[in-house]
Nanobody, 126 residues
């Protein structure tokens, strides 16, 4: 069955970097859109980046220029490189997959993603 497992979260000071990984099993990760979605305490889920089957990437304004989503098909893994981290980036980060090759706009409802990982916590201190 489809499984997504995130790793790489942790605590970092503002201005620092982290790289999150999302390893997929049960399917080829290049076959469908995959997104990174975060949720801070008391806030709604926010999709911040996605990568389509054809490798087109989209970013939320809040992270564009600081975060980079990429994919390693041989490792069946998608990454999120996060640089210049800010305290407002503190959240639980999830990777999630839908059942389409193309990705919706980043601001679209996250309910379209039907497979989710368990999440990895990112905490940025000032």
């Amino acid at each position: 069955q489809v499984q997504l497992v995130e790793s790489g979260g942790g605590s970092v000071q503002a201005g620092g970097s982290l790289r999150l990984s999302c390893e997929a099993s049960g399917y080829s990760i290049s076959s469908y859109c995959l997104a990174w979605i975060r949720q801070a305490p008391g806030k709604e889920r926010e999709a911040i980046a996605n990568i389509a089957s054809g490798s087109t990437t989209l970013y939320a304004e809040s992270v564009e220029g600081r975060f980079t989503i990429s994919r390693d098909n041989a490792k069946n893994t998608v990454y999120l490189q996060m640089n210049s981290l800010k305290p407002e980036d503190t959240a639980m980060y999830y990777c999630a997959r839908n059942s389409y090759r193309a990705c919706p706009r980043v601001t679209a409802d996250t309910a379209s993603y039907n497979y989710w990982g368990q999440g990895t916590q990112v905490t940025v201190s000032s």
